[in-house]
C-alpha cells in the first residue's frame, strides 16, 4: 500500500469509519477538527490531529486551502474526503492533485461532469441510459419553460442543477404556480450552492428511489455491488435504507447495474460512486443523478457482499486494480440502516443539542453501530444532526427487521433527544412490514404522536426530565474528559498553534 498516511478531511462517524479501515491497512491516520470538535471521537481515534479554525464548517471543514496546508505539513499522502463538506468539490480533487497528494474519489473532471445534473443528464442521454422526460439544458425563460411544461405534462419538477439534498426543487403542479415555483428554486439553489441554475423534470409519483453501487479502478475495470432501496425520506433526506431492494428481481438487478456501469465508464469514472434511479409501479427505472462519492448508507451494501467499500477506495486510489470480476459478486442475506439522529421527533424534528453523559448503544448478532459520540460527548449546533448509525444483517429480510427492532430497543442515549422513537414506528408499521411503499411514505405516515400512545409518550418524557437533571448534576460536578496519556508535541507553524494529539487516551466522566 503506497500510502503511508492518510488524512481524513471531515468529522463525526465516517470520520472514524475511515479511521478503523487505515487501521485495518497500516495506514496511519491524521484528523481535522473545529473548534468545536476539539473533544470529537474522530480527533480521539486519530493517530495525529490538527486544528483547521472556528466551528462553523465555512471557517474549518470547507477551507480547502487549510486542509491541503496541514496535509503537506504532516506529510500526508493522500486525504479522504468523507461525505459532505468538500467531497463532491471538484476544485478541491484539483487542489490535491496540483499539491501532489492522491485524492481518494474520482477525477475533478468526473466530478465536474456528473455534479452538474444537467450535464449528467446528457450523459446518460448520449449513452442510452433511460432519464425521466424533462429538458436537457437549463431553463433562463418563463415563457419557454410554460411551454416545456405543457408538452411534458403537470406535475413538474423544477430542480436545482448544482447540489442536492432537496435544495432548489420545486413540484409545480399547475401553469399558474411555474414562474414563483422558478424563482423560488433559483433562489434557494442560489442561497445554498452559489448557482441558480435550474431545469424541469416530469414529476413522476409513486415511485421507488433505489440506487446502485458502483466501484472502478484506473486500469479500466468497474462492478456494482447490487442496490440499495432509499425511498423512506423525510424532506429528500434518507432515514432508512435496506440491501437489497425487496422489489427487485434478478433480472431487474442485473439490467440497472448493467446501465449503472455504462454511464459511469463513459464519464471516465475512477472510484467508489452511486447511481441513483426512479423505479415506477410499473417496473421501468429512470437515471436519477451520480454521486461521487462514498454514501452513508455503504454500510448495508458491505454487509451483505462482504466487502470494505473504504478499503477498496484507498486500493483504487492508490492505483492497485479491482481483485474481482463482476461474476465474482456474490450477495449474502439482507441488511437495513437507520441513521440515529439528535432530533426531537415530537416537535417536528427539531434539533436536540447538548452533552450526553451517558449512552447504551446496541450490540449482539448481526448488530453494527457506526457511530460519532461517547459518554461526555457534546452535540453541537454547527453541523448534521446525525450522531450513529445502526445497521442490522439478516438472513432474510424478516430477520433484519427483527434485529432492527431489537437494536433501536437496546440504544439509549441521555442528556438528548433522538429520532429513535419515530424510526421504531415506521419499522413497526404494516407498510414497512411488507414493504409496501415509495417516496411519499414518510408523508403519508404523519407525525409520531399519531403511531404512539400518550401513556408511552408521557413515560419518556419523565425519562427525558430525569435525563437532563443528570447531566446538570454531571456539569455542577464539574465532570470532564480527561487524557492521561497524550503523546503532545508541537509541529512548525507560521504563526497558528499546531499540535499532534495520540490516540493513547484514557477518558473519565
Known amino acids: 500500500?503506497?500510502?503511508?498516511?492518510?488524512?481524513?478531511?471531515?468529522?463525526?462517524?465516517?470520520?472514524?469509519?475511515?479511521?478503523?479501515?487505515?487501521?485495518?491497512?497500516?495506514i496511519a491516520s491524521v484528523a481535522v477538527y473545529s473548534d468545536a470538535d476539539r473533544n470529537a471521537l474522530h480527533v480521539r481515534q486519530a493517530d495525529e490531529a490538527y486544528p483547521i479554525g472556528p466551528a462553523p464548517a465555512r471557517d474549518s471543514y470547507l477551507r480547502a486551502d487549510v486542509i491541503i496546508d496541514v496535509a503537506r505539513r504532516c506529510g500526508a499522502d493522500a486525504i479522504h474526503p468523507g461525505y459532505g463538506f468538500l467531497s463532491e468539490r471538484a476544485e478541491f480533487a484539483e487542489a490535491c492533485r496540483d499539491a501532489g497528494i492522491l485524492f481518494v474519489g474520482p477525477p475533478p473532471e468526473a466530478i465536474r461532469l456528473l455534479g452538474d445534473k444537467v450535464s449528467a443528464?446528457?450523459?446518460?442521454?448520449?449513452?442510452?441510459?433511460?432519464?425521466?422526460?424533462?429538458?436537457?439544458?437549463?431553463?433562463?425563460?418563463?415563457?419557454?419553460?410554460?411551454?416545456?411544461?405543457?408538452?411534458?405534462?403537470?406535475?413538474?419538477?423544477?430542480?436545482?442543477?448544482?447540489?442536492?439534498?432537496?435544495?432548489?426543487?420545486?413540484?409545480?403542479?399547475?401553469?399558474?404556480?411555474?414562474?414563483?415555483a422558478i424563482r423560488a428554486a433559483s433562489g434557494e439553489a442560489t442561497a445554498a450552492f452559489g448557482y441558480g441554475g435550474v431545469y424541469i423534470e416530469?414529476?413522476?409519483?409513486?415511485?421507488?428511489?433505489?440506487?446502485?453501487?458502483?466501484?472502478?479502478?484506473?486500469?479500466?475495470?468497474?462492478?456494482?455491488?447490487?442496490?440499495?432501496?432509499?425511498?423512506?425520506?423525510?424532506?429528500?433526506?434518507?432515514?432508512?435504507?435496506?440491501?437489497?431492494?425487496?422489489?427487485?428481481?434478478?433480472?431487474?438487478?442485473?439490467?440497472?447495474?448493467?446501465?449503472?456501469?455504462?454511464?459511469?465508464?463513459?464519464?471516465?469514472?475512477?472510484?467508489?460512486?452511486?447511481?441513483?434511479?426512479?423505479f415506477t409501479p410499473e417496473r421501468h427505472f429512470y437515471f436519477l443523478e451520480m454521486n461521487t462519492r462514498l454514501q452513508v448508507e455503504h454500510p448495508v451494501t458491505e454487509l451483505v457482499t462482504g466487502l470494505d467499500l473504504v478499503q477498496e477506495q484507498l486500493r483504487i486510489a492508490a492505483g492497485e486494480p479491482l481483485g474481482y470480476t463482476q461474476a465474482d459478486i456474490r450477495f449474502h442475506g439482507h441488511a437495513i440502516e437507520c441513521r440515529v439522529t439528535a432530533e426531537d421527533p415530537e416537535h417536528n424534528f427539531r434539533p436536540s443539542i447538548?452533552?450526553?453523559?451517558?449512552?447504551?448503544?446496541?450490540?449482539g448478532p448481526g448488530v453494527r453501530v457506526d457511530s460519532a459520540v461517547y459518554p461526555g460527548a457534546e452535540v453541537s449546533i454547527y453541523y448534521d444532526p446525525m450522531i450513529a448509525k445502526v445497521i442490522c444483517?439478516?438472513?432474510?429480510?424478516?430477520?433484519?427487521?427483527?434485529?432492527?427492532?431489537?437494536?433501536?430497543?437496546?440504544?439509549?442515549?441521555?442528556?438528548?433527544l433522538t429520532n429513535i422513537p419515530y424510526q421504531e414506528a415506521v419499522i413497526d408499521s404494516p407498510e414497512f412490514q411488507q414493504a409496501d411503499f415509495d417516496t411519499s411514505f414518510v408523508e403519508r405516515f404523519g407525525p409520531l404522536a399519531s403511531h404512539t400512545d400518550p401513556a408511552e409518550r408521557a413515560r419518556a418524557a419523565r425519562l427525558a426530565a430525569v435525563a437532563a437533571?443528570?447531566?446538570?448534576?454531571?456539569?455542577?460536578?464539574?465532570?470532564?474528559?480527561h487524557p492521561v496519556q497524550g503523546d503532545l508535541e508541537t509541529a512548525p507553524d507560521d504563526g497558528r498553534q499546531w499540535r499532534a494529539v495520540g490516540r493513547r487516551l484514557a477518558f473519565h466522566v
Not at 393 to 416: P, T
Request: glycine letters at 10%; charged letters at 25%; hydrophobic letters at 40%.
Open 1 to 26: 500500500m503506497p500510502i503511508r498516511k492518510l488524512l481524513i478531511a471531515n468529522r463525526g462517524e465516517i470520520a472514524v469509519r475511515i479511521i478503523r479501515a487505515c487501521r485495518d491497512l497500516g
Open 393 to 416: 444483517w439478516g438472513s432474510d429480510r424478516a430477520q433484519a427487521i427483527r434485529r432492527m427492532r431489537r437494536a433501536l430497543g437496546e440504544y439509549r442515549a441521555a442528556g438528548i
Open 354 to 363: 447538548g452533552r450526553i453523559p451517558a449512552i447504551n448503544e446496541p450490540t
Open 202 to 278: 416530469k414529476y413522476l409519483e409513486h415511485v421507488r428511489h433505489i440506487e446502485i453501487q458502483l466501484l472502478a479502478d484506473s486500469h479500466g475495470n468497474c462492478v456494482h455491488l447490487g442496490e440499495r432501496e432509499c425511498s423512506i425520506q423525510r424532506r429528500h433526506q434518507k432515514l432508512i435504507e435496506e440491501s437489497p431492494s425487496p422489489v427487485l428481481d434478478p433480472d431487474t438487478r442485473a439490467a440497472m447495474g448493467a446501465v449503472a456501469v455504462r454511464a459511469a465508464q463513459a464519464a471516465g469514472y475512477v472510484n467508489a460512486g452511486t447511481i441513483e434511479f426512479l
Open 469 to 481: 437533571a443528570l447531566t446538570a448534576h454531571l456539569d455542577r460536578e464539574k465532570s470532564a474528559v
Open 121 to 180: 443528464r446528457q450523459l446518460a442521454i448520449a449513452n442510452d441510459v433511460p432519464v425521466v422526460p424533462g429538458t436537457e439544458a437549463e431553463i433562463h425563460d418563463p415563457v419557454e419553460a410554460a411551454r416545456i411544461a405543457e408538452g411534458i405534462g403537470y406535475p413538474v419538477l423544477l430542480k436545482a442543477s448544482a447540489g442536492g439534498g432537496g435544495k432548489g426543487m420545486r413540484v409545480v403542479r399547475a401553469p399558474g404556480d411555474l414562474e414563483d
